[in-house]
């Protein structure tokens, strides 16, 4: 559905983006990650057609955004973090002018009355958009970037401004949508992203450093095991044994939690909770605690940006770096 290929971008003499490649397919939803000024900005305008690249192809649907533009951008439906709006509108009057300005084909009061309840302004459609909460404005946003029913969705921040339960509620939306449209969404909140998106893209100066599954970062399909171990034993014996079970790669003291008890994290190449279990079961040592470790994707992410990306939970979980 997305094919990006080689896209190269400079500001005079910076170079913004870097041979960045990815792509996407039909119904998936992308995360779209990295710190301020990576590219991902960059990169998100010139798929949507707002910029041109120095180098490098991008695809809708098998249109090339350079070559077809006003096709490829009928496929597009955009949310910028600061969405487009004119404040002087009435919301109903705002979605018919887009839907006119877009040249959509279909019956208009019928098509905006059901984007309109499907992002729940229903209730503001005759109110002034300049006398809206900023929650209602971005709904507002989104639902001119639906008008049409574009098959790709690229949303930038798009829970910005939006209490809890409004938060929750996009969420959904955009799990919803992802059931039919292609989504690319840019976001600071790693929980959002975890939440929401099927794949992972981490870009950092201007270069593509992770473009996975969601489960291969947060380690729930990785082949390595962690354990968190609280037994209460002399520390030094106990860590003898952790390290001389079957599997087991690397064992990590976390010193005492109280008295006479001790914590370690184990890690290893497969399930080894039963061989660990044997193996201190067989000494005079209690087992006090022993649960799966899960892979953090803010751990993950903070460890590829800040070039610490050599720690051994991230090599194991980002093959693509």
């Known amino acids: ?28 939803i992308l995360g779209f990650l990295g710190p301020n000024g990576a590219g991902k900005s960059t990169t998100m305008n010139i ?36 969405p487009p709006l004119y404040n002087d509108m009435t919301v ?18 019928e098509h905006i009355n059901s984007i309109c309840e499907l992002v729940k302004i229903s209730d503001v459609k005759e109110r002034v958009i300049k006398h809206l909460s900023k929650g209602y404005r971005q709904r507002v946003g989104l639902a ?24 929750i509620e996009i969420r959904r939306l955009i799990r919803d949508l992802g059931k039919k449209h292609t989504i690319i969404l840019s976001s600071h909140l790693l929980s959002e992203v975890q939440a929401v998106c099927d794949k992972i893209l981490i870009i950092n ?37 952790l390290q001389k079970v079957d599997g087991v790669t690397k064992v990590t003291d976390l010193g005492e939690t109280e008295k006479g008890c001790c914590e370690f994290t184990v890690e290893s190449r497969r399930d080894v909770r039963r061989l660990v279990f044997r193996a201190l079961s067989k000494t005079d040592f209690s087992i006090l605690e022993m649960s799966p470790v899960e892979f953090s994707l803010e ?4 460890g590829i940006i800040t070039g610490k990306a050599g720690s051994k939970e991230v090599q194991d979980n980002v093959s693509n770096i």
């Not at 997305?2 to 910076?14: P, S, W």
């Not at 001119?144 to 938060?167: F, H, M």
């Not at 996975?212 to 003898?240: C, F, H, N």
């Open 1 to 28: 559905m997305i094919k990006v290929k080689n896209l190269t971008k400079y500001y005079v003499h910076e170079r913004a983006l870097d041979n960045v490649s990815f792509t996407l397919g039909e119904g998936e």
């Open 47 to 82: 798929i949507t057609g707002y910029l041109s690249s120095d180098a490098g192809t991008v695809e809708i649907d098998g249109t090339d955004i350079l070559e077809n533009p006003s096709l490829a951008k009928k496929k597009i439906g955009y949310l910028p973090e600061i």
């Open 92 to 109: 109903r009057g705002y979605l018919e002018f887009m839907f006119r300005l877009k040249k959509v084909k279909k019956p208009m009061k």
């Open 144 to 167: 001119q970037a639906l008008i049409g029913d574009p098959p790709v969705l690229i949303l930038d921040e798009p829970t910005v401004g939006l209490d809890p339960q409004q938060i």
């Open 205 to 241: 100066e201007g270069k593509i450093v992770a473009d996975e599954l969601k489960t291969s970062l947060t380690g729930t399909g990785s082949s390595t095991s962690k354990l968190r171990v609280v037994v209460e034993g002399r520390r030094q014996q106990v860590r003898s044994l």
């Open 299 to 302: 751990d993950t992410y903070l």
